[in-house]
């Protein structure tokens, strides 16, 4: 009886020292054949660096655009060492300015690469851009030897591993959805805790293949890194569970499998939940939410949210900042039935596909874990839902998937002629797209020009665009981008905000009242909104409104512009001479002194 030996998967997993798998392995042919000759991974992951340069060169010549001028342009707390410390010790929007009381973001790491940008480039763009480009390097660095590492776990045949790293290497480098990551200064979080995710799951796939103390102190260490750079990192000790349950698959009964792999991952668990309590000491809380929702209405939109992140993996074409996603109520909706029968389709083709392939399995875990924590839509704000950043580090998964695809590909003879071109001509259509959703980013007014383009139907987009219109004195087609925008949305602060300011500016006094009392009623904390109501009222001929308005501006704002001159003026005009001198008298050290002078001297001579 001839026996037929089947290839043992079991035994790949713990490799003798002679076949273990270097972390930093060095660079062989690998056994498709492209084109005339075979194409070593080192070339391949050259091209990957190299066309990365190329596909991302133009971002040396963008500006600062959106929440830069929060967390960059205008943040004093990164322009000193000396508020290093309390990046450690309270909120993100604490140390980054603005007035956000929703979110409870701790990101202490990201804080520190802004201190150290700063401190290297003051406000030069191009250089921030070039340093944000260099992280998109490593990344893609990282990304080959992750892919290399989830191969050897996965038991893949050895021959075609390298192949297959740095094909999905080549594709994680212009994948056009992290055009936005890379391009987006504020966004460096993304960029970083990619880094220290992927070099976490380097370091503790090594330590399975052998020399397992300095390889778990190393993941250990960057896992922890990685929840300092941003909080979604969490998930990492989910994937690591994972891994764990897929290596044993077969080897013992479901229980005890999974007895073992929560052993096995308790160094990670005890990272995160160290984690959770420097959070919570720190914010007061574990997390935040954005809006009170029925969990139904969490469920029905899942859909939507899943299908929008699996449709922009494999084309992602049309990229903006913002989108038409919104809450889905109904689950008879258009809105529900697509998306859920689409991504259903999905979903089980990725079962059966992970049932035949460990190396699937770990793959689809890599998509779907890290987007876990952004699919609870109760933490997003309700205009902003969705966004292509989110994908930079789940994309690593889906590059894994197609790295085995193409490579399969060009391991069937019938194929072996076309190979270069199978591999080299899906990655030349990516950077291509990706060069072409780079372009957005150069500026605020062609950001939200395209994102309105992709998503007319977003009032924050409409009301974005406004802005920067009224910057420019491009009034009337702000003022008509503010009216569809409130008509869309009229529950707006920004819009109703923009709204009355616009009008102040044009001269309907009415409505600038009307919508500036509507922006209070939005959201109460906002300073801006009482100084601009008091300034409204005064110049109405309201004295007395003006006044007590611009006595609660000054009370909560006290340096706000011009506060204590007009003030001072409506006090003025209702013969309250003394406390009016009080104001001006504020005002000397202001912002217009020889104002304040000559109110005070006009005084004196009554």
Not at 235 to 253: H, I, T
Request: with cysteine.
């Amino acid at each position: 009886m001839h026996r037929h030996h089947e290839p043992n998967s079991v035994s790949l997993l713990a490799p003798s020292p002679a076949k273990s798998l270097a972390v930093f392995p060095s660079a062989r042919p690998f056994a498709p054949h492209l084109g005339a000759r075979p194409l070593s991974s080192r070339l391949l992951l050259g091209l990957a660096l190299g066309l990365s340069l190329l596909c991302y060169a133009q971002v040396w010549r963008f500006n600062f655009v959106y929440d830069d001028d929060y967390q960059i342009i205008n943040n004093a707390n990164i322009q000193s060492r000396g508020h290093l410390r309390h990046y450690f010790t309270s909120p993100l929007w604490a140390n980054a300015g603005g007035f956000d009381h929703a979110t409870s973001y701790y990101r202490p790491l990201f804080l520190v690469w802004l201190r150290l940008n700063y401190a290297l480039f003051k406000l030069n763009p191009a250089c921030w851009h070039a340093s944000s480009l260099a992280l998109h390097l490593l990344a893609v660095w990282l990304a080959y030897l992750a892919a290399l590492r989830l191969l050897a776990l996965a038991a893949w045949n050895a021959g075609s591993r390298r192949a297959t790293a740095a094909v999905a290497a080549l594709i994680f480098a212009l994948h056009p959805a992290h055009a936005e990551p890379v391009a987006w200064l504020s966004a460096a979080s993304e960029l970083l805790l990619a880094i220290f995710f992927l070099l976490a799951f380097v370091a503790y796939a090594a330590s399975r293949s052998g020399g397992k103390r300095p390889w778990v102190a190393i993941s250990l260490v960057s896992f922890a890194l990685a929840l300092l750079a941003k909080e979604t990192a969490i998930v990492f000790m989910l994937l690591v569970l994972g891994c764990e349950l897929a290596r044993a698959a077969g080897e013992a009964s479901i229980p005890r499998r999974l007895g073992r792999g929560l052993v096995s991952s308790l160094p990670w668990s005890g990272i995160a939940v160290s984690y959770l309590l420097v959070r919570r000491a720190v914010l007061g809380s574990l997390g935040h939410t954005q809006a009170r929702l029925e969990p139904a209405v969490v469920l029905k939109t899942l859909p939507e949210l899943l299908w929008f992140y699996a449709r922009h993996l494999f084309w992602p074409w049309r990229l903006a900042e913002f989108y038409d996603v919104f809450y889905v109520n109904s689950a008879r909706s258009r809105e529900f039935v697509v998306p859920a029968l689409a991504t259903t389709i999905v979903v089980l083709a990725l079962v059966a596909w992970a049932r035949r392939s460990r190396a699937a399995l770990m793959a689809s875990l890599w998509i779907l874990l890290p987007l876990l924590p952004v699919l609870d839509v109760a933490l997003l704000r309700f205009n902003a839902l969705v966004a292509d950043r989110y994908l930079y580090l789940p994309s690593f998964g889906f590059c894994v998937l197609a790295g085995v695809l193409l490579v399969r590909l060009t391991e069937m003879p019938q194929l072996r002629r076309w190979s270069l071109a199978i591999v080299l001509i899906p990655a030349a259509v990516m950077g291509a797209f990706a060069a072409r959703q780079l372009a957005p980013w150069e500026n605020d007014l062609l950001l939200y020009e395209n994102a309105v383009a992709v998503a007319p139907h977003n009032a924050f987009a409409r009301t974005s665009l406004a802005t920067q219109l009224i910057l420019r004195s491009e009034n009337e087609r702000a003022l008509r981008l503010l009216e569809e925008s409130y008509a869309i949305d009229s529950y707006s602060w920004m819009t109703a905000f923009n709204l009355g300011y616009l009008e102040f500016s044009l001269g309907d006094l009415p409505q600038a009242e009307r919508f500036f009392r509507r922006a209070i009623w939005l959201d109460p904390h906002n300073r801006n909104q009482f100084l601009m109501l008091g300034l409204t009222q005064k110049r109405r001929g309201n004295f007395a409104a003006a006044a007590a308005t611009l006595e609660k501006t000054a009370e909560i704002w006290p340096d706000a512009p011009l506060v204590h001159l007009s003030l001072g003026e409506a006090l003025e005009r209702q013969g309250r001479y003394d406390q009016a001198r009080a104001e001006y008298e504020k005002e000397l050290s202001g912002q217009d002194p020889a104002a304040a002078r000559g109110a005070l001297t006009r005084l004196a001579s009554r």
